[in-house]
Every structure is written in C-alpha cells, then in structure tokens.
C-alpha cells in the first residue's frame, strides 16, 4: 500500500517535470528574443526605460494597459509595427512571434 503510494508520487513527479520543461524552454526562448530584438527600445524588463523609450514614451509592457491587449493584438503589432515600432513579420516566425507574446506576459505585474 505504501509503496504504491510512492510510486504515485514519483510518476506525478516525473509528470510534472516533463510537462512543465518544454514551457520553461519556451520563456526562456522569448526572453532571450525579446533581450536581442526588443530591449534596445523597451528595456530588458519591458519597462521602456531607455533613451528610445523614454524618446517615444513607450508604456511598461508589464502595465496592465499593454497587458489588457489579448494575445492576437500583441502578436499583431510584434507582427505588423505600430507607429515607430518597426515590423517583425519578415525577421521572424510566427513561432518566435508566439514566444515574445508569452514573455510579454510574464512581465505583467
Ligand atoms: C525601434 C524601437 C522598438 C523596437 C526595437 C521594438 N519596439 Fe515595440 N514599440 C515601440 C514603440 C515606439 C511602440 C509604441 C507604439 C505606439 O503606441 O505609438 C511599441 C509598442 C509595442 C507594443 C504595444 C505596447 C503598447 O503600448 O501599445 C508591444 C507589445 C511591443 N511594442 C512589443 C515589442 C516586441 C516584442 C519587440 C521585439 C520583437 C519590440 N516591441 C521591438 C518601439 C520598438
């Protein structure tokens, strides 16, 4: 009975792990994007605080007026540009487009 028990546990573990990694693999990947490709204007954090955020008054990515917008439109715009943001449609797939919209929201505050 105890042992069953454990077995238990430990393949709850092993589930665990194996579902939570490729997630994990996923932020870590939008995050490293997001540090090459976007921290020169919105910061490392998102908050925009750099000369070009400051310049163009960029709003906190973490902020909930930018968190409010549903994924698609967050996807649209990393996609399509928006005012002075710079369309990314070209240099990068809808993958990695997908992966920045993840690490957009784990900057919400
Ligand atoms: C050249 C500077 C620049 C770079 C690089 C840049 N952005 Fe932006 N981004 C802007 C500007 C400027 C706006 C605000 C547009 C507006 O509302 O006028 C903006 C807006 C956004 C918004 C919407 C936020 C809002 O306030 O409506 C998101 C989301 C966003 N950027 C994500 C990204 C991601 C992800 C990348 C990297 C792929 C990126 N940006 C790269 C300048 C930049």
Same mark, same amino acid.
């Given at each position: 009975m105890k042992s069953a028990a454990i077995r238990t546990a430990v393949a709850l573990v092993i589930a665990l792990v194996v579902l939570a990694s490729p997630l994990a693999a996923f932020a870590d990947d939008g995050a490293a994007l997001f540090k090459t490709? &976007?921290?020169? &204007?919105? =910061?490392p954090d998102g908050a925009g605080q750099t000369t070009m955020g400051k310049a163009n008054k #960029?709003?906190? #990515? =973490?902020s909930p007026d930018v968190q409010k917008l549903a994924d698609d439109e967050l996807a649209a715009i990393i996609t399509s540009g928006k005012n002075k943001m710079p369309p990314y449609g070209k240099s990068l797939k809808p993958e990695q487009v997908k992966d920045l919209v993840a690490f957009v929201r784990t900057l919400k505050k």
């Open positions: 490709k &976007c921290g020169a &204007c919105h =910061g #960029l709003r906190d #990515l =973490g």
